[in-house]
């Protein structure tokens, strides 16, 4: 423990590499939580190269112990394929076995699968209670997907009025696809009462922060409009 405690304070210092010798030290003593910080040193690039297959290593050790986060970060390696050869159904693994634990990072990540039908049998069932799981301990990007099944009615009964309930719930915390697609809503009077101003404010809400959609319709909505005023 106390190793830990000056590879801590190291690494809040800045001296990364005298951390990562004291996470070697207890690492080498079977400490799983060392092997998971070694492995967030890497990813992270912190006072070096980022090596994600030197990450991918110390997670893999941590995860096989048991260590929740370490089984999440093993499987967005292998989901993107970084430091190991993309393997979606590996990254489902993973993802299974951080989500068994109510990791709710992994419980949106799989459910994303389930949705798909990538790396698992699709199943819209599946992917709405892991949706829904995530969305109730506040997890933002869980509640815009849950939204976006319930506008679509894939998995559950199409809802415009509870998408859009969903999509507000994101857009306050600021997740531009969720202002996007709440905008349109708005835009439209899909689901919920037309309001035109505020569906602007969200729409360049959601270009400041460089979403594509809203940067297009928004200079789309603008030429109109001058051209409307000509």
Known sequence: MLIMETANQHFERGEYQAAMEAWHEAAEDGD???EFRLGQLHSQGHGFEK???RAHDHFLKAANAGHTESEYSVGVLYGVGLGVEEDVPEAAYWYTRAADKKHVPAMCNLAGLYERGEGVTQDFAKAVELYSTAAQAGYTVAT???GVMWENGVGLPKDEAKAAQLYELASSVGLAPA???LAVMLFNGYG??????RAMELMAAAAEQGHAPAIETLASLQEASADASV
């Open 179 to 181: 202002q996007f697609n």
């Open 144 to 146: 815009f997907n849950l």
């Open 192 to 197: 919920v009462e037309q309001d035109v101003e």
């Open 32 to 34: 799983i939580e060392a």
């Open 51 to 53: 090596d994600y297959q």
